[in-house]
C-alpha cells in the first residue's frame, strides 16, 4: 500500500467535533499534565481529523488546548479513510502506544540526568509511584523467564494506618526488616 499524503492545517479549537464512541478516558490529571507539556514544549504533536473536523487522535490534546484557551491547534487531515478505518484507529492510536515497555537501565540514567539539570521531573508525565522504583537499587539476582529473558517482578501491600504515629511504627517495623517501603497518602 502506497503512502498517503496529509494535509497539515490549523484548525479553530471551536471546530474539532470530539468522537462520541471514542474509548479512552482522559482524567483531570492527565489533561493537566498534557497542559504541562504544551507549555514547555509547544503543541508538538498535531491532532488527527477527518475531513469533517471530526477527531480521529488527539481527544486529550483538545482537552487541554480548551483548558489552556488556545484558539487554534495545529491537525492533520486524514482524507480518504472509511468509516471502519476511522473507528479502528481512534483504538489503535492509543492501544498501539501501550504496547511497548521502558528500558529501565536508559530511562533511570536518562531521568538522573535531568534531575542533575533541575529539570521538572514533573513534566515527563510519570506517576510519583513510578519514579520512586527508577531510583531504587536493582535486585541482586533476576529470575529467568523460560526463553532466557530477564524480569522482576515487584509486590505492592497498601496498609492503612489510623494516623501518621501509627504509619511511621509500622514503616520502621518494615524498614528495619529489610522490605523497601514508601509513604503515599491517597
Given at each position: 500500500m502506497a503512502a498517503k499524503?496529509?494535509?497539515?492545517?490549523?484548525?479553530k479549537v471551536s471546530d474539532l467535533i470530539p468522537y462520541v464512541n471514542n474509548?479512552?478516558?482522559?482524567d483531570e490529571e492527565q489533561i493537566i499534565q498534557i497542559c504541562s507539556s504544551i507549555k514547555e514544549f509547544g503543541f508538538t504533536n498535531p491532532v488527527l481529523i477527518d475531513e469533517d473536523n471530526g477527531i480521529i487522535a488527539g481527544h486529550g490534546r483538545l482537552m487541554a488546548a480548551k483548558k489552556l484557551n488556545l484558539k487554534a491547534v495545529?491537525?492533520?487531515v486524514l482524507a480518504g479513510l472509511s468509516e471502519a478505518q476511522?473507528?479502528?484507529y481512534v483504538i489503535a492510536d492509543n492501544s498501539i502506544a501501550l504496547n511497548s515497555s521502558?528500558?529501565?537501565?536508559?530511562?533511570?540514567?536518562?531521568v538522573e540526568a535531568l534531575q542533575a539539570e533541575d529539570f521538572?521531573?514533573?513534566?515527563?508525565?510519570?506517576?510519583d509511584d513510578f519514579m520512586v522504583t527508577?531510583?531504587?537499587?536493582?535486585?541482586?539476582?533476576?529470575?529467568q523467564k523460560p526463553n532466557g529473558e530477564e524480569y522482576t517482578e515487584i509486590f505492592n501491600i497498601l496498609v492503612e494506618c489510623d494516623n501518621e504515629a501509627h504509619q511511621q511504627k509500622i514503616y520502621?517495623?518494615?524498614?528495619?526488616?529489610?522490605?523497601?517501603?514508601?509513604?503515599?497518602?491517597?
Open positions: 499524503k496529509y494535509k497539515m492545517v490549523e484548525k474509548s479512552r478516558v482522559h495545529p491537525c492533520i476511522k473507528k479502528a521502558w528500558n529501565m537501565e536508559v530511562l533511570s540514567r536518562e521538572d521531573l514533573n513534566l515527563l508525565g510519570f506517576k527508577l531510583f531504587d537499587d536493582p535486585p541482586p539476582e533476576q529470575e520502621d517495623e518494615l524498614t528495619q526488616k529489610g522490605l523497601k517501603c514508601r509513604v503515599q497518602s491517597l
